[in-house]
Structure formats: structure tokens, C-alpha cells
């Protein structure tokens, strides 16, 4: 009896291009967090971006089967996807909501953060129509990052209308802290201070939320204060967090994560080239010696960064081999000269390890001025992701 292929394993038999991500890697990385924020605080795992690029639904499945309570994604669309899937789950949305979404929200037990007045009586009603009491809702406070939620000045109104929100329960409080990385920002300092006011005013409301959350990876890490009884980890999962900073000069911290994620492809095509042949668009990179270039069916519509262009390498046969020329859109050349045996279908790391070499997302990330958020998150769908227990 034949079978018939998914669109994926179409895909990887095709165009061998493809990303491994590393089920156990992200479950140790989950424990080690654990472990680092203690019993008492809560551990919301952030799934957002289609967990950094790894895979949303089979990310989090993964977590919820290794004790995740929570689950934190941007907004309905991302959530929709989990529960379909069997994700039961908590799952927090931390870009609160569009109106017109408060039904589906409520049905599929989704919990919304809030900062404004219009949500709050929104869902009310909806819950009030959906006979639903005590329906969980977030609310997020503005302490100095300015982006989303209730000012200082504006939370007493707020709180009133909470007040008359009988449907409703104010489950969590959060806020969000800019430079959480940057060991001696004041303003650091200053946020928690605005949260505390925050938390104070809240409860002279009559609002005493057990959830309160303020911590990012960098927070979860680096600032005990700021664990509260909730965090909210996102690129630490996927084994990544930012250099810390104080004074100007970089701290290191006892805290020790595992990349998830192995981009690889094979060797299209090797081509002997001359000594002063120009390479690729532009012409931008011309051998200096006759040379053996490997060509890649990667490129920038994958997610390869640009950047990296005659500046980033990749690993072949247990050797590093330099990108030559610019990355184009589904190729890339690399430099195989010195790299004995080398032959077409070879498998080529472009990040990832190989007995002892290493390729990571901070790497290219420092290469194209960017994060490794932005790497991880840019890697194209059309590069299909294989699991590993």
C-alpha cells in the first residue's frame, strides 16, 4: 500500500533545507528554569512567535506534558492553534484583544490581559451573555515601558470600572520592564516602584490578585526582586539569553541553557573557480586563489540573514567554511578549498553543532547587528521542522 507524503515531507525530499528542533532540549531548559525561580512562583511559558520560530503547537505540547501551568502567546489567532491541537493548558494573552473576539476568548478558556476601561466592559458582557461568573482577566500596567497598559494616573478609573464588573475576576497583574539586561538601568528600579504604587492602589480598590508578574528572561535571571508569584520566560526555553550588561561591562550569570533549534541543508552544487573570479550579485567577493565553492539551496527567503553575506560561516564535514558573496534570495555560496572530501549532498550546519564547532543564533545575531530573537523568529516556514524526543 503507498502512502501519501505531507506537504513537509514533500518539502525536506525536495529542497534539502530544513531545522531540527529538540524536544528534550526545551523540557531541560523548562526544569532549569523551574528550578532557578523556586516552588513558589509560577512558570508562564511564552509560545509567542510560534515559540521563537520552533514550532508553537508542538513546543507546547511538549511543555504542558513536562508540567507547564501557563502558556503565554501574543494573541487569539496564536492561541487558537494550541487548543485545537489538545493543549489544555492556561494560556495567557499577553497582548490583550481585538473587540469582537470576547466570545471566542471565553469559550475557549483563554486568559486576556486588560488595561482599559472599553475591555473590561466588553467582556463583561459577553461573559454576562455566555452566562459565564468569575471569568479570569490579566490586568497590565504601564510603569515606564510605553507600550500597552493602564498609567498610574488612569488605574483608579479603571478599578472602578472593575468594580462594576461582576462577571469578571482580576485574576493576575503585570507589567512589562524595558532594560531588564542592563544590570545598573535605574529605570529598572524605577518600574518596580511603579508596580508597587500600582499594586498598593489596587489593593486599597479592593483588588488583591494572586498572580503578579513583571519578569522577562533577563528579569528571571538576573533580578530575584522582580520574580514576584508569576514569570514570564520566553527565548531562555529555546536556549538563549542576552549578554548582561553593568556599568558597560558584561556579567556572566550561573544560569546555563541549550539551544533547541539545528538549521542544516546539503551541498547543491561544487564549482572550481579561478583565482579573481568575482561571486554572486553584485560581484561583491572575488577569489583570491583558485577555490572549490559549495552551493547552498538556502537563502534569504529561508531566514538566512543578509548580513552574513561574505561575513558568516557554517560548519561542513567538522570544518568551518566561510559564506562567500551575497546570500541571495535560495542560494548561498561557501568556501570548501580546504575542507577535504567534500561532495555534493553533504550535510551543512548553518546553525547548530558538530563535534566540538559551533554555529549559534548569537553569532549571526552579532554579525547582523540584531538579537537572537530576530534570527530565530525569521526562519521561514517554507524550512519545515523535524522533531526530536
Not at 492556561?90 to 486568559?111: D, V
Request: proline content about 5%; hydrophobic content about 40%; some cysteine.
Amino acid at each position: 500500500m503507498s502512502t501519501i507524503a505531507t506537504p513537509a515531507e514533500v518539502r525536506t525530499s525536495t529542497r534539502p533545507t530544513w531545522a531540527e528542533v529538540s524536544l528534550s532540549a526545551l523540557r531541560q531548559n523548562f526544569v532549569q528554569i523551574l528550578r532557578h525561580v523556586g516552588n513558589n512562583v509560577t512558570v508562564c511559558a511564552v509560545v509567542k512567535a510560534d515559540a521563537y520560530g520552533h514550532g508553537a503547537v508542538e513546543c507546547a505540547l511538549a511543555l504542558e506534558e513536562q508540567g507547564a501551568d501557563w502558556l503565554g502567546v501574543t494573541s487569539l489567532d496564536e492561541a487558537i492553534p494550541l487548543r485545537e491541537s489538545g493543549v489544555l493548558t492556561r494560556i495567557l494573552l499577553m497582548t490583550g484583544f481585538w473587540r469582537g473576539e470576547e466570545a471566542e476568548i471565553i469559550r475557549l478558556r483563554l486568559t486576556p490581559t486588560i488595561w482599559e476601561a472599553g475591555q473590561i466592559e466588553s467582556l463583561n458582557n459577553a461573559s454576562a451573555t455566555l452566562k459565564v461568573t468569575k471569568f479570569p482577566i490579566h490586568l497590565k500596567v504601564d510603569t515606564g515601558m510605553g507600550r500597552l497598559g493602564v498609567s498610574i494616573e488612569d488605574l483608579p478609573g479603571v478599578c472602578e470600572v472593575l468594580k462594576s464588573s461582576s462577571n469578571l475576576l482580576l485574576e493576575g497583574v503585570s507589567t512589562h520592564l524595558a532594560s531588564s539586561e542592563v544590570l545598573d538601568a535605574a529605570s529598572v528600579q524605577q518600574q518596580l516602584q511603579r508596580f508597587t504604587e500600582a499594586r498598593s492602589m489596587l489593593r486599597d480598590a479592593g483588588f488583591d490578585p494572586p498572580l503578579v508578574h513583571a519578569a522577562n528572561t533577563a528579569a528571571v535571571i538576573s533580578r530575584k526582586e522582580a520574580l514576584y508569584s508569576m514569570v514570564r520566560p520566553g527565548i531562555a526555553l529555546y536556549g538563549y539569553f542576552l549578554p548582561f550588561e553593568n556599568g558597560g561591562n558584561q556579567t556572566n550569570f550561573d544560569f546555563e541553557v541549550t539551544p533547541a533549534l539545528s538549521w542544516k541543508t546539503r551541498i547543491l552544487s561544487l564549482r572550481k573557480m579561478p583565482a579573481n573570479q568575482a561571486l554572486g550579485y553584485g560581484g561583491t567577493y572575488v577569489t583570491r586563489a583558485p577555490s572549490i565553492i559549495a552551493v547552498l539551496p538556502v537563502g534569504y527567503a529561508d531566514g538566512l540573514n543578509r548580513q552574513l553575506s561574505s561575513r558568516g560561516r557554517v560548519i561542513v564535514r567538522e570544518h568551518y567554511a566561510p559564506i562567500v558573496g551575497r546570500i541571495s534570495m535560495d542560494l548561498t555560496l561557501v568556501d570548501v578549498t580546504d575542507i577535504p572530501g567534500v561532495e555534493v549532498g553533504d550535510e551543512v550546519v548553518l546553525l547548530g553543532s558538530s563535534n566540538g564547532l559551533s554555529v549559534d543564533a548569537m553569532e549571526h545575531a552579532r554579525l547582523a547587528n540584531t538579537t537572537p530573537y530576530e534570527i530565530l523568529c525569521c526562519i521561514s516556514k517554507r524550512v519545515p521542522r523535524k522533531y526530536v524526543a
